[in-house]
């Protein structure tokens, strides 16, 4: 089944499994960039980024587990399908509206990184990292382009669904995709190949999502086609010569996330399939309070989490650097497994500074600036979809429609 609910009133409630996919997605993308992006301190004080997975290749299927991406465009296309459906505005001010909680934040991001940055000019800090701390910043950026081109498409991608299924309208985007990676690997600077991968790709998992919200995408024996059809699929691309690893590493000659490769969707396929055979189990441990209070506050806070997690790396890394040495597993360079167990230990540190980072945002006088929302609602992704199921005891509410 879709989880798929009414309330009492007749409002579409969230479905908490469709949740628990979301954190899971924003805590994959967090804890990825924080394992594979090695800031390192050079001798003249600056600061270069490497990566564990170009000296240690054999940790390449961790990234499959933490490239979550695929996830993170199901559950948005299932919920702006939701989304849509329950509420009473017309397409083009449900989408207006959605651009508005993406593009805000956004740029609140944008003003305080620039105010940073002027900073950091006036104490002298180098230009080299200067460019690399601007780079982290703002990529998490990148998601803006598919999200808002796929959200304003999500009603003519429905009709599309529900005439044709997800599968046939998905092979005109796997068959783009596979071009651009023939392109790149003939004409590598061939122009606009990134954003027509971006889109192609992620609108795979986009179609799923909205075929799971109308209820057409469902059960263990499709979970099994799909968890089954991406594995044969990685399979048989591995073989071909794409790389294992499913995010770019400093130095090879191909990236499977920039742009987006055929195993970046094959891993999206996979990974929904997955998901949909784990519904049950996942059902059972959002029966318990402690997982079912972690889900409901990563989605109220997942867009500042999502947006604050490269700066926090950057800004721990740059505020540890004057402590006269490199420090291990966040100064050093990522060369063998005493690094990786270095750097699980600075988890708890990054994710202390975000925490604070999130309660002092919320916190701020200036948190409800485009319309007056309670704090509560401000820096949440838009992905929610119906109103919360929390008068059912399903546990705290998230986002509303058109979040």
């Known amino acids: 089944m879709s989880g798929r609910r009414?309330?009492?009133?007749?409002?579409?409630s969230r479905d908490r499994v469709v949740d628990a996919l979301r954190a899971y997605a924003i805590g994959g993308v967090v804890l990825g960039h924080w394992l594979v992006t090695a800031l390192v301190l050079d001798a003249d004080g600056t600061l270069h980024v490497a990566s564990p997975l170009a000296s240690m290749p054999a940790l390449a299927p961790l990234t499959w587990l933490l490239q979550t991406l695929g996830l993170f465009f199901f559950v948005a296309g299932y919920a702006a399908t939701r989304s849509l459906s329950a509420g009473a505005a017309g397409p083009m001010r449900w989408w207006a509206?959605?651009?508005?909680?993406l593009v805000g934040p956004a740029l609140a991001l944008l003003g305080i990184g620039a105010a940073v940055l002027l900073a950091a000019i006036v104490v002298g800090t180098p230009d080299a990292t200067l460019s690399v701390a601007l780079l982290l910043v703002a990529s998490p950026l990148w998601f803006l382009l598919p999200l808002v081109a796929l959200s304003a498409l999500t009603v003519p991608l429905r009709a599309a669904v529900r005439r044709w299924g997800p599968l046939r309208c998905a092979a005109p985007a796997v068959a783009l995709v596979a071009a651009a990676d023939a392109a790149g690997r003939v004409l590598p600077t061939l122009p606009g190949r990134l954003p027509v991968a971006?889109?192609?790709?992620?609108?795979?998992?986009?179609?799923?999502?909205i075929a799971h919200a109308d209820g057409h995408l469902a059960g263990r024996r499709t979970g099994a086609v799909l968890a089954g059809t991406g594995a044969v699929a990685l399979a048989a691309l591995f073989a071909l010569g794409y790389?294992?690893?499913a995010v770019g590493v400093p130095g090879a000659t191909m990236s499977n996330l920039s742009p987006p490769s055929l195993v970046a969707v094959a891993l999206a396929v996979a990974q929904v399939g997955l998901a949909l055979l784990a519904r049950p189990a996942v059902e059972r441990l959002l029966d318990r309070a402690g997982p079912r209070r972690a889900v409901a506050t990563v989605n109220r806070h997942a867009m500042g989490v999502y947006l604050g997690h490269q700066p926090v790396l950057v800004g721990v890394t740059a505020l540890a650097a004057h402590a006269g040495a490199p420090l291990p597993g966040l100064?050093?360079?990522p060369r063998d497994l005493?690094?990786?167990l270095a750097r699980l230990c600075w988890l708890p540190v990054?994710?202390?500074?975000?925490a604070a980072l999130q309660r002092r945002r919320h916190r701020s006088p200036v948190a409800?600036?485009?319309?007056?929302?309670?704090?509560?609602?401000?820096?949440?992704l838009p992905l929610g979809g119906g109103r919360s199921g929390a008068a059912a005891g399903r546990g705290p509410a998230g986002p509303g429609p058109g979040d």
């Open 6 to 12: 009414l309330t009492d009133g007749g409002r579409v």
């Open 97 to 101: 509206r959605r651009l508005g909680r």
């Open 198 to 209: 971006l889109l192609a790709a992620w609108s795979v998992p986009w179609l799923l999502g």
């Open 243 to 245: 790389p294992v690893s």
């Open 331 to 333: 100064h050093t360079a």
């Open 338 to 340: 005493l690094w990786v």
């Open 350 to 354: 990054f994710a202390a500074a975000l």
């Open 368 to 380: 409800g600036v485009g319309g007056g929302a309670p704090a509560g609602r401000v820096g949440r």
